[in-house]
């Protein structure tokens, strides 16, 4: 993907989304792939090289993976932040579930932020 400036976002931010530290590792989709359309998913990786994206469209995904950093930056031994777990694995495709935990209470629910889907 090209990404573009159109309204002059200071470089410091450009540079910082021209080098995203998430990577889905062997994984096929991300959640948001597997959530999104199978066409959109399908034509954005058919056409990655020729697709144009402003940065400036991309300002609250660079506060997202701020927040998410800075929380996985206070996790202690009572407080883990995310876990991984193998959920199944069928058709050569393996369906791997990260979760990410803030613990408010001892009864708190986990939040699902990344499902992985691992295959040939």
């Known amino acids: 993907m090209k990404l573009t400036n159109k309204f002059n976002i200071p470089q410091t931010i ?3 989304l021209e080098r995203p530290t ?4 062997k994984a096929n989709l991300s959640v948001t792939q597997l959530i999104n359309s199978p066409k959109i998913v399908a034509l954005s990786k ?3 090289d020729m697709i144009e994206q402003d940065v400036s469209e991309m300002v609250w995904s660079l506060f997202g993976s701020a927040v998410h950093n800075i929380l996985e930056h ?3 031994d009572n407080h883990v932040v995310s876990n991984a777990f193998m959920l199944s694995s069928m058709a050569g495709i393996s369906l791997v579930l990260l979760i ?3 613990p408010m209470k001892a ?3 986990s939040r699902i932020t990344k499902l992985l889907l691992f295959g040939p």
């Open 14 to 16: 450009v540079n910082v």
């Open 100 to 102: 990410f935990r803030l």
């Open 46 to 48: 058919k056409f990655d």
């Open 74 to 76: 206070g996790k202690d």
């Open 22 to 25: 998430y990577s889905k590792g």
């Open 107 to 109: 009864a708190s629910p």
